[in-house]
């Protein structure tokens, strides 16, 4: 550790602490370090080398468990017992709507003690308990080393990344508020990162899931309408009062004197929901692909996983799966990829006979009857009611999956559970990856058959993609679903301003009866009117 290349007897024990090992491991050598360090120095120079710290693990088999797991991080080991304890769920996590994330890099290897100190401090600055943070050590950059004395320390550039789970907004705002923002702070708040070369501290920054719908944007665009709706209704008028002079029978804003502004009106009211309803085909996008995602991963990615490791926890969970299910899973999953394109029809279409019914009066073709326009208002307000019992279903599932934790405890609990794990276990095997990449090279390094750390790293690898993938696809599917609350509320609003507008136009057209020759002009080019954006 001074750089002599052997390890003294103070030397080997603080890597001992370095690497969590207690003294009591030592069973065969009286719990002693100073005893086991003095059977190591087996060519009695008073110093242990690097040939007999790696024979160690073969001399003394009895510690191979002990010293592997310690040089590695425990990245060798992955029975199930450990796989149940890494989705072990905190109390806290339970109770979380979000996470608090930090980072930094250091230089150097970062050892099981040492891993466990930095925890704690990290913990104790944050003013939370340990079981509320996640603390994980990618390597990113390792120093090639050309002599053995410097081989015995060689270096790696590594990067730390901190995940506090958080209650609410409040307990973001304290722990965020309570971390160190610059190395200087940091090594004052963590001593044992004074070991090490510290840079780049990232900024602390908060990702909590929102506690109530966005409803901004639905007021927003709600008044827009009414003033529209307003302005719409105060422009017939005006005409209506102005024509009524000319050659028309005297009618109010929903009469054939205002049969021009309602078609303005009319074509207002497409443009809104073509525009709306666009809205909600980007935002279901997301959601589209996080089903897709979520059918793949249990259709295709679970079965090859679970065939391949053959991990009980995973058996269990399969068989819960009932096989008609998987079958009409697997059957119908073509048809989620055009959720998206679905969400289109009702509006689009409604939108277009909208456009027929405001253009057909515009031809000049059977001037007065107004027949084909009353037919294609009619189309459109039957399919305006099929959109808006569509959208109203979008909405609801949005308002579910938002407000239905807060309406039932016990669901929040599980979602809580749900979202944290897919913090959790992600990180935890990846974390299992890193190390086990380290470890291998070691023992690789120090003559040691690694062919069965190698399988451990590749279940890990398999475990990781499976849940990593399944993780991210669950998580965005709560969160784009609740995203789509806003769009498809603002279809129905203006789904629900072009009903009001198309019966509007109906009236001023006459109904579903023909129009009397004195009440509707034949040729409505030459009404006072110029065009209809003069109105």
């Not at 017992?81 to 996590?93: F, H, N, V």
């Not at 891993?115 to 401090?121: D, F, H, Q, W």
């Not at 399969?318 to 009409?328: E, H, K, N, R």
């Not at 979602?415 to 794990?421: A, P």
């Amino acid at each position: 550790m001074d750089g002599d290349g052997v390890l003294s007897s103070s030397e080997f024990t603080s890597a001992n602490v370095r690497l969590g090992i207690a003294a009591s491991a030592y069973t065969s050598h009286s719990g002693s370090y100073s005893t086991f360090f003095t059977a190591l120095n087996t060519n009695g120079d008073g110093g242990v080398s690097q040939s007999e710290l790696a024979g160690a693990v073969t001399s003394f088999p009895q510690y191979e468990t002990v010293l592997i797991n310690a040089f590695t991080n425990n990245a060798t080991s992955m029975s199930d017992s450990e796989l149940e304890s890494m989705i072990a769920t905190p109390q806290s996590m339970l109770t979380s709507t979000g996470v608090v994330r930090t980072a930094f890099t250091l230089t150097g290897t970062v050892f099981p003690g040492q891993r466990a100190a930095i925890k704690t401090s990290l913990a104790s600055t944050a003013g939370v308990p340990e079981t509320d943070l996640l603390v994980s050590y990618t390597e990113v950059a390792r120093r090639r080393q050309l002599s053995t004395q410097r081989k015995l320390q060689s270096t790696a550039t590594t990067r730390v990344e901190v995940t506090y789970f958080v209650r609410d907004d409040a307990q973001a705002t304290s722990v965020m508020a309570a971390l160190p923002t610059d190395v200087t702070s940091l090594k004052a708040s963590v001593p044992t990162l004074n070991e090490f070369t510290v840079s780049d501290v990232q900024p602390a920054s908060a990702d909590i899931v929102p506690s109530k719908l966005p409803m901004t944007r639905l007021y927003v665009l709600g008044g827009i309408l009414v003033a529209a709706l307003a302005a719409l209704i105060g422009n017939a008028c005006f005409w209506a009062k102005k024509n009524s002079k000319a050659k028309y029978d005297k009618g109010g804003c929903c009469s054939a004197n205002a049969l021009k502004p309602w078609l303005f009106a009319e074509s207002i009211a497409a443009a809104a929901i073509g525009a709306t309803v666009y809205m909600l085909y980007t935002q279901i996008k997301p959601v589209t692909n996080a089903i897709i995602g979520i059918l793949n991963m249990i259709l295709d990615d679970l079965p090859t996983v679970q065939r391949d490791l053959n991990y009980p926890a995973l058996n269990d969970f399969v068989d819960t799966i009932p096989s008609g299910v998987l079958d009409s899973l697997r059957d119908n999953r073509d048809h989620f990829e055009y959720l998206d394109e679905a969400v289109l029809v009702p509006g689009l279409l409604a939108a277009i006979f909208l456009a027929f019914g405001f253009l057909c009066p515009l031809i000049p073709v059977r001037k007065g009857s107004l027949c084909f326009s009353k037919i294609y208002m009619m189309l459109a307000f039957l399919l305006l009611v099929l959109a808006l019992v569509f959208y109203i279903i979008f909405a609801s599932a949005a308002i579910f999956m938002a407000e239905a934790p807060d309406r039932a405890p016990e669901l929040a609990t599980e979602v809580n559970r749900m979202r944290g794990l897919c913090v959790q276990i992600p990180i935890s095997i990846q974390q299992r990856i890193t190390d086990a990449n380290t470890a291998i090279s070691t023992l690789q390094t120090a003559g040691q058959n690694v062919t069965q750390y190698t399988n451990s790293l590749n279940t890990a690898r398999s475990l990781h993609t499976l849940l990593d993938g399944g993780c991210t696809h669950l998580t965005d599917l709560l969160d784009e679903m609740v995203k789509v609350f806003v769009p498809a509320m603002m279809c129905i609003v203006a789904i629900v301003f072009a009903i009001v507008v198309n019966q509007t136009l109906c009236c001023a057209a006459g109904g579903i009866c023909r129009p009397r020759k004195s009440q509707v002009p034949k040729d409505i080019s030459k009404t006072p009117e110029k065009s209809i954006i003069s109105v």
